[in-house]
């Protein structure tokens, strides 16, 4: 069943058949409440007010990187064309016919089964904190549960039979030797929470599995910093996010899970435009991708189920706090990964460490490195 993306995310809607409905009227209203609201303009501390000095920003014009990508060939397959924009968040999640290759084997930092850390042979150790793609064949740790779900880590999984399928239009499978030639001597560096840091290791092991052994593959161009409100907070477990610290050619952002009302995270999101607008009227502005929430909620494959949780966990805000975010980062130039298909995966979470809000590794955030591949390349047609 293809979920009404229309109504809780923005997408162009689509009609809706049969007896499922994945969102009740309190979602409904998520978009008309976003739409609404006033955007403020705010002088954040420390950052370069560019209200006035970007003449680009001023004249409503686009800032464009110093970088994209390499074109490398991105073809439509099973005789659907290319997906377009954000085409690709109609669909559902298919099952395989056949059993697919494993894409990484699972190397976790948590205690209980799974615990890959000391499999010296398959896993490299990684920080909470700060991760920077290995260069050898060893796959890095991914946090949040992620490999707590298997008994047998070495065996495909009744998750990863599934792939995500758009309904018009064809999104081909990551190839990790065309991102990496696509890539070229760019670098990616990528600041968010602990969903993100699942993501980014996701990225960084899908390409050490994939990649052709006759040639050095690209991970170690890839690096990741936990930034949970990436504006600091007291509780702050990471860093503040800083654009000159880096140097990155690419950097991938991402908001939400430690936010839970729309005021903080717009004043969030208002720091954020403020930095993004400061870097960009200096020299050589990178290339800046915004990753939408990773989706939640515990349930059936291809059902939403952020609504039967604890309210306190806010998961029905998250489609709004992406609205949000799109409203205010788009005009920007700011291009968007947009994850919600994870939504249709509460069958893929760490349900025995009561975690509705990581996934199960190797699993539906394959879908990441796929999406940013397909991202990438569009931006670099532009």
């Not at 109609?90 to 209980?112: I, N, V, Y």
């Not at 064949?137 to 949040?144: L, M, P, R, V």
């Not at 593959?217 to 600091?232: E, K, M, R, V």
């Amino acid at each position: 069943m293809v979920p009404n993306w229309g109504k809780i995310l923005g997408a162009p809607q689509q009609k809706q058949g049969g007896a499922y409905h994945p969102h009740k009227p309190a979602l409904k209203a998520k978009k008309k409440e976003v739409a609404e609201e006033k955007v403020h303009e705010k002088k954040i501390i420390g950052v370069k007010n560019t209200k006035t000095d970007d003449k680009a920003h001023a004249q409503g014009k686009k800032v464009h990187s110093h970088y994209t990508v390499k074109k490398v060939e991105h073809s439509a397959t099973d005789g659907q064309p290319l997906c377009k924009g954000r085409a690709y968040v109609e669909g559902s999640w298919k099952k395989l016919l056949e059993e697919p290759a494993k894409t990484f084997k699972c190397c976790s930092w948590d205690e209980g089964p799974g615990y890959w850390k000391h499999d010296t042979a398959k896993c490299t150790g990684a920080s909470r904190k700060v991760n920077t793609g290995p260069s050898g064949n060893k796959f890095i740790s991914i946090g949040g549960h992620g490999c707590m779900c298997d008994a047998k880590l070495d065996q495909v999984s009744a998750r990863e039979m599934h792939t995500w399928q758009p309904t018009n239009c064809s999104m081909p499978a990551f190839n990790a030797n065309k991102f990496c030639d696509a890539l070229g001597n760019g670098k990616i560096h990528i600041f968010g929470d602990s969903t993100m840091q699942q993501a980014s290791a996701t990225l960084m092991n899908m390409i050490i599995g994939g990649h052709r052994e006759e040639k050095q593959h690209c991970t170690p161009q890839i690096t990741f910093n936990l930034a949970d409100y990436l504006i600091g907070a007291p509780d702050e477990r990471g860093e503040v996010v800083d654009f000159h610290k880096h140097q990155a050619d690419v950097y991938i952002l991402g908001l939400g899970a430690w936010i839970h009302n729309k005021a903080k995270y717009g004043e969030i999101l208002d720091a954020m435009v403020e930095k993004i607008k400061a870097r960009q009227a200096e020299p050589n502005p990178p290339q800046f991708i915004w990753k939408t929430i990773s989706g939640a909620g515990c349930g059936k494959i291809n059902q939403i189920s952020v609504e039967h949780h604890d309210p306190s966990y806010t998961y029905d805000l998250f489609p709004t706090y992406d609205a949000m975010a799109r409203h205010k980062l788009e005009p920007l130039g700011v291009k968007f990964v947009d994850l919600s298909p994870l939504y249709l995966r509460g069958d893929a979470h760490p349900v025995g460490q009561k975690d509705c809000l990581h996934f199960c590794a190797p699993g539906p955030v394959d879908i990441f490195p796929r999406v940013l591949h397909h991202v990438l390349q569009e931006a670099a047609e532009e």
